[in-house]
């Protein structure tokens, strides 16, 4: 069956640090990777997106790393600032099947002043 | 560009009850999609568009319709609301539905609430 895995499900950190989210996936025939951001209240924003070939995608300051080979992806997120408050959802796409994305449950992230 | 708009943000209907959840994209996009997003779970599938004048169904339709009224427009019907059906409603579009590597864009949502 294919799934989406994140961890952890909630997180709490202070502004100014770093902090990584964790994506595992049994997803096949794997497409693609993408990192989304929720904020409360709103639909979410893609951040990155990763193919099987890539290792590695940033955004300011969001770096996201893909392992294919063990079906793994990180989001990490350096001197994190208050607006950084949202959800981490994890999607992977396949490249076929009725159902192309498969969304992860999310990470919802706290940065406490 | 408004990107996807979606009304209305908020709704309370008590079981039984019928409403449309409107949805349009100004983005000249063919595919359109409807999730439901409950707590502790990955956003769903309800149903998709792939484009104007097709409709199909996705992981979790019963209870629902939908029509692709135009290019732009897609909406969802609840015929005869039950309680399970509250939950958080997101339109969303992307060029092409086979392309995945284009991205989805997502409306900020509509919360229903089934008393």
């Known amino acids: 069956k294919n799934q989406v895995e994140q961890s952890p499900q909630s997180l709490i950190i202070l502004e100014g640090k770093n902090c990584t989210l964790q994506?595992?996936?049994?997803?096949?025939?794997?497409?693609?990777l993408r990192w989304y951001k929720q904020d409360t209240g709103r639909g979410p924003v893609s951040l990155t997106i990763?193919?099987?070939?890539?290792n590695t995608k940033s955004n300011r300051r969001y770096t996201a790393t893909l392992d294919a080979d063990t079906k793994q992806s990180s989001l990490h997120i350096t001197a994190s600032q208050l607006s950084d408050s949202a959800s981490y959802i994890c999607?992977?796409?396949?490249?076929?099947?009725?159902?192309?994305?498969?969304f992860g449950t999310g990470t919802r992230l706290k940065v406490l002043a | 560009n408004a990107g996807v708009t979606q009304t209305p943000k908020f709704q309370v209907l008590k079981t039984g009850q019928s409403m449309t959840l409107q949805c349009a994209q100004d983005?000249?996009?063919?595919?359109m999609y409807w999730y439901r997003q409950d707590p502790g779970m990955g956003l769903r599938l309800i149903y998709y568009?792939?484009?104007?004048?097709?409709?199909d169904k996705g992981e979790v339709p019963n209870g629902y319709n939908v029509s692709r009224l135009n290019k732009r427009e897609f909406s969802l019907r609840l015929e005869s609301a039950a309680p399970s059906q509250t939950s958080v409603y997101f339109c969303?579009?992307?060029?092409?539905?086979?392309?995945?590597?284009?991205?989805?864009?997502f409306g900020p949502g509509t919360r229903l609430t089934v008393l």
């Open positions: 969303a579009s992307s060029a092409d539905r086979d392309r995945v590597l284009w991205e989805q864009f």
């Open positions: 994506c595992n996936y049994t997803v096949s025939p794997f497409s693609n």
């Open positions: 990763m193919t099987f070939s890539e």
């Open positions: 999607v992977v796409s396949l490249t076929s099947g009725t159902y192309k994305y498969i």
């Open positions: 983005m000249n996009h063919n595919s």
């Open positions: 568009s792939a484009s104007e004048g097709t409709t």
